[in-house]
């Protein structure tokens, strides 16, 4: 054991050296890290017509203009869908998700039609039931993986990319990603905390967000805790083909691999802290201030600890105040401005209005500390992971399953890319280049190194 240990660290220490490349190097060779331009930009990989993200504007100078952050769904403003659905107080997501399938707006019968649909697939095979059930906790992000590549085996046409069956598979995937959810937290809490394993069966009368509560938690919920929920899987059902994970699955469609193998590798990138994990690093932040902040209505005292933050004298030491601004948006993060609406009336709902305003506080003067300490070099705003946190845990959905949550949101808008990258014409596998820069080396035979 101590050899391998011994092995381990020196394979580790000879790894350190061989990844090390000069970070002048790539503003020489002018690399675009991250797929990023010097502007903060994304470089332009590719073309869709699914959705939009809109921040500013560029001016005939080359200069970028900061505006209210805009999302476009299939050419609709997302404010225009959801500030329609909250007047008339129903459910959206069904809507939204027909539209980004289809391109379409569905009428009412074909919403009723496409729910029936989603509801009749959301029971899961026996077998992917049970293998659930035997697990004994984990992260529920694998679980979903591993559970989806599991769905593979039943699918009688796994490998099938013509688009009937395309569109069966992402309604089915869409469908079963509440219940693995659902079902995946109640066998974490069984295992670790000895709470009763419940399984309860999807409702053909409940709504899309109703039946992931009542899977979750019974008919322990409130009308307003649906409906924001409703819209939280609404704001994050797509947010154009960039984003890390949506690439993904772009990336991995376009060499013809199957939907199982393209939406397991989406759900990894997901995972990651630095996506779908962010509003877990909001949630412990704004725990902390919380707790270090003796008077939540005291501004200066408020500042102080956004500075240390900021400094790196406080909190995690990264210098980064989470949920802050954002790649795209500037002035606005219009996902987070729908959200405020619900958040505030279900923090009246819940006698969580001071913590609501703590928040609101937090979010204005973070961003004026943040120019102080750093400079005004980019327009920043908070971002739609200031907030969902917060809406979540009112809600009473566990963390464990804040990220979940994101992925059976952007199940329908991974899909539509998928679909839209497989139905191109002329479509090529991506491929973007790596420059080595490693000197060349003659070769020695073993016995002379």
């Known amino acids: 054991m101590e050899s391998n240990n011994y092995l381990i660290y020196k394979l580790s220490d000879l790894m350190k050296r061989c990844t090390k490349i000069d970070a002048e190097l790539f503003r020489k060779m002018d690399v675009k890290r991250g797929l990023r331009n010097e502007d903060g930009t994304g470089v332009l990989v590719g073309l869709t017509n699914i959705g939009n993200v809109v921040g500013y504007e560029r001016q005939q100078d080359g200069t970028l203009l900061p505006i209210d952050g805009k999302l476009y769904l299939r050419g609709y403003e997302i404010s225009d869908l959801v500030n329609a659905i909250l007047e008339e107080k129903r459910f959206g997501f069904e809507e939204v998700a027909y539209l980004l ?20 697939n959301m029971p899961l095979e026996k077998n992917t039931l049970l293998h659930i059930i035997e697990l004994e906790g984990g992260n529920i992000m694998n679980i979903l993986a591993r559970s989806v590549l599991e769905l593979y085996t039943f699918d009688p046409n796994p490998d099938d990319t013509s688009r009937e069956n395309l569109m069966r598979q992402s309604i089915e995937l869409m469908s079963k990603f509440p219940t693995i959810i659902a079902y995946a937290y109640n066998m974490l809490r069984h295992g670790e905390q000895g709470r009763s394993l419940h399984i309860r069966h999807p409702q053909k009368d409940l709504s899309f967000a109703e039946n992931f509560l009542f899977m979750l938690k019974g008919k322990d919920y409130t009308p307003l805790e649906a409906r924001t929920l409703d819209l939280m899987l609404i704001l994050h059902s797509e947010h154009g083909g960039g984003n890390n994970s949506t690439f993904t699955v772009r990336v991995t469609s376009s060499s ?106 937090i979010e204005q003067l973070a961003i004026q500390t943040i120019y102080r300490v750093k400079g005004h070099g980019k327009t920043m705003c908070a971002n739609v992971d200031f907030y969902s946190g917060f809406v979540y845990d009112m809600i009473g959905i566990p963390q464990d399953i804040y990220t979940p949550l994101f992925a059976m949101s952007r199940i329908v808008g991974w899909c539509a890319h998928r679909n839209e990258e497989l139905n191109f014409e002329g479509r090529r596998i991506i491929r973007p280049a790596y420059r080595c820069v490693t000197d060349e080396r003659s070769y020695a035979s073993i016995d002379r190194r």
């Open 101 to 120: 399938l289809s391109g379409n707006l569905p009428d009412k019968e074909e919403v009723e039609e496409f729910h029936n649909l989603l509801v009749k």
């Open 256 to 361: 013809g691999t199957d939907t199982y193998s393209s939406i397991a590798a989406g759900i990894g990138s997901l995972k990651g802290p630095k996506h779908g994990g962010a509003n877990l690093k909001v949630t412990d932040m704004l725990n902390y201030l919380k707790n270090s902040i003796d008077d939540w209505s005291d501004d200066k005292e408020i500042v102080q600890h956004l500075e240390g933050i900021l400094t790196r004298k406080e909190y995690d030491g990264q210098g980064l105040i989470y949920g802050i601004g954002h790649a795209v948006y500037t002035v606005s993060d219009p996902r987070a401005v729908l959200l405020k609406r619900l958040a505030g009336e279900l923090a009246a709902e819940k006698h969580r209005v001071k913590e609501y305003e703590f928040m609101q506080r």
